[in-house]
Nanobody, 119 residues
Framework: QVQVAESGGGLVQAGGSLRLSCAAS????????MGWFRQAPGKEREFVGS????????SYADSVKGRFTISRDDAKNTVYLQMNSLKPEDTAVYYC????????????WGQGTQVTVSS
């Protein structure tokens, strides 16, 4: 089993930056992909971006491309979501998720961390 935990959320002003962390534990050797998702009040959960542990290939939603960057630290089993040029519409609960070998979808989810961007 893999466990993931997000941290780093908070309140920032529009145009500001915030860095979220997602620490993985457990059977981390089985992890293939880490993803970031977010859910705003009254809206469905949406994909933000992802990264492959092997090779570090990333993918981003159009809404955050150019502003958000996902990176990884293998030694710490941690992935990061660097958010720059934040907009009020980025306000949401951000979730980290992990997909392990043998799974077609993300099989482990964190508890979420609140990001609020004021205007």
């Amino acid at each position: 089993q893999v466990q993931v935990a997000e941290s780093g959320g908070g309140l920032v002003q529009a145009g500001g930056s915030l860095r979220l962390s997602c620490a993985a534990s457990g059977r981390t050797f089985s992890m293939v992909t880490m993803g970031w998702f977010r859910q705003a009040p009254g809206k469905e959960r949406e994909f933000v971006g992802s990264i492959f542990w092997s090779g570090g290939s990333t993918s981003y939603a159009d809404s955050v491309k150019g502003r958000f960057t996902i990176s990884r630290d293998d030694a710490k089993n941690t992935v990061y979501l660097q958010m720059n040029s934040l907009k009020p519409e980025d306000t949401a609960v951000y979730y980290c998720a992990s997909r392990s070998r043998g799974y077609a979808t993300y099989n482990t989810w964190g508890q979420g961390t609140q990001v609020t961007v004021s205007s």
